[in-house]
């Protein structure tokens, strides 16, 4: 079953053409990967689809709904939960308490007390529950990235954003990072749709991926596909043909920041 479809999406800023006519699908259940050159409009998407920003043109349907003019916070009660490219704790609180907001105001949780019960299962669940009550500013970069993949699912979605939650990592980290990803869709039944530009990761945690170069999607399809594609290839790949890693950040040593790039609401 389809859980979130896009159809002709067209999105400008200005003079600037983004999207020039997206269409896309995300299968319930899947775990989903959309790739493209830095600046193709991919966080612009997660923006469209999380009501941050409004589709010129175009219609977004979400698990049945037409989502495309509704506000963020309906399409976060909705079912929809993201993460952003740069983490962003809520600073001065605890790892637990971060994730309280999300909880109460999108996922169904009306007392504090469960809430707080909810959010230890969660921490537990991304491998941070022995820091629930450390102060989210003083974790390493893996920790936050996985504190903000724990406040999307506190809003109990059932289709997960997750904005380049690999950049910046450690090979070890990376291989966490996956194990996680899997867990999550096993244990808590979320479809998860993900931009990326950490082809190894992509091409072993995901089922499909698309690809969205020059506004629109230039091929969609399973990972040994799309690293063989040859216009894949030429836009976005390069000569590194079909090996796991190829891509951008290839040549990112384990430690080594890969940078974070983009605009957009988050970037
Ligand atoms: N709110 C905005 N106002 C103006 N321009 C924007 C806005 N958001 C994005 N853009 C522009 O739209 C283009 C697409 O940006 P976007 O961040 O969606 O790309 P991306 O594919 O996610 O890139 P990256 O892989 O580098 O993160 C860029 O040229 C960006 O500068």
């Known amino acids: 079953m389809t859980l979130l479809e896009l159809r002709d999406i067209e999105k400008s800023f200005g003079g600037l053409r983004v999207l020039e006519g997206v269409s896309m699908t995300v299968e319930e259940g899947s775990i989903q990967g959309l790739i493209g050159p830095n600046g193709a409009g991919k966080t612009t998407l997660f923006n469209l689809v999380s009501g941050l920003l409004r589709a010129d043109t175009g219609t977004i349907v979400f698990d049945g709904t037409d989502i495309t003019d509704r506000a963020p916070k309906h399409i976060a009660r909705d079912g ?8 962003r ?30 959010a230890l299962e969660l921490l537990d669940l991304v491998d941070l529950v022995d820091l629930a009550h450390e102060e989210s500013r003083d974790l390493t970069m893996s920790e936050q990235k996985r504190l903000e993949i724990a406040r999307a699912l506190a809003t109990e979605p059932k289709l997960l ?49 698309g690809v969205l170069a020059n506004g629109t999607i230039i091929a969609e399809d399973v990972p040994d596909e799309i690293v063989h594609d040859e216009q894949v290839i030429d836009v976005y790949l ?30």
């Open 80 to 87: 929809v939960g993201r993460t952003f490219q740069l983490t």
């Open 89 to 118: 704790p809520y600073p001065g609180m605890t790892t637990q308490d971060n994730l309280l907001p999300g909880l109460v105001y999108a996922g169904g949780y009306d007392r504090v007390s469960t809430a707080r019960s909810r």
């Open 161 to 209: 954003l997750l904005d380049e939650v690999f950049a910046g990592l450690s090979h070890e980290d990376v291989a966490r990072q996956i194990e996680l990803i899997e867990g999550i869709r096993a244990e808590l039944d979320v479809t998860i749709l993900l931009i990326e530009h950490v082809m190894e990761a992509t091409m072993t945690v995901c089922d499909r991926v």
């Open 238 to 267: 390069g000569s590194g043909r079909g090996e796991a890693g190829t891509g951008p950040d290839s040549d990112a040593t384990p430690d080594e920041d890969v940078p974070e790039t983009g605009g957009g609401l988050d970037g």
